[in-house]
């Protein structure tokens, strides 16, 4: 198993959303960086655990805990020209773009505030506390993961 960070703005999704959806899963759509985007095609994988990251808001911070329920699939919305994730170089016999489905386990009493992270002596190594490394899905080591879901559920 392997351990991941999703960026969402809770504006537009956030744990909220996922959580009160009827089956509580959700396709993760939009990614539209390579580098996120080759994570998602390649390494995350089915059982996988995801931070649900809240960001671009009031209290940034990690939110939740979700599951990957479906491993990677081409994302519709680089077809649809109404989408603001319309990629009109993308094509049905070669997407460029993929997608993946993540289901809620649990939201965190309040939200860890990346403050609050990047004062944790342990994290070190996760994009969230690198300068230039803000992609939407980060790789969590197992160590950080462990301190960082203690600390959530603190």
């Known amino acids: 198993m392997q351990y991941w960070l ?3 703005e809770p504006d537009a999704f956030s744990i909220d959303d996922l959580a009160t959806r009827a089956k509580q ?7 539209r960086n390579y580098q ?9 994988k089915l059982g ?7 960001s671009s808001c009031k209290e940034v911070g990690i939110a939740a805990l979700a599951e990957v329920v ?6 519709h919305t680089q077809f649809d020209p109404e989408s603001h994730y319309y990629d009109p ?6 997407p460029r ?3 993946v489905d993540v289901k809620f386990i649990e939201k965190f009493p309040a939200v860890l505030a990346l403050k609050k992270i990047k004062t944790m002596a342990e994290i070190n190594e996760v994009g969230l506390v690198k ?3 803000r992609l939407s899905i980060m790789p969590v080591n197992e160590n950080e993961f462990s301190a960082l879901l203690q600390a959530a559920k603190a």
């Open 89 to 94: 170089k993308s094509t049905t016999d070669n």
């Open 48 to 54: 996988d655990k995801v931070f649900i990251y809240h």
């Open 131 to 133: 300068k230039g490394h």
């Open 70 to 75: 479906k491993e990677a699939y081409p994302d």
């Open 25 to 31: 899963t959700e396709h993760w759509d939009g990614i």
């Open 97 to 99: 773009w993929v997608m």
């Open 36 to 44: 996120a985007r080759n994570f998602l095609r390649d390494q995350v």
């Open 6 to 8: 999703f960026k969402t």
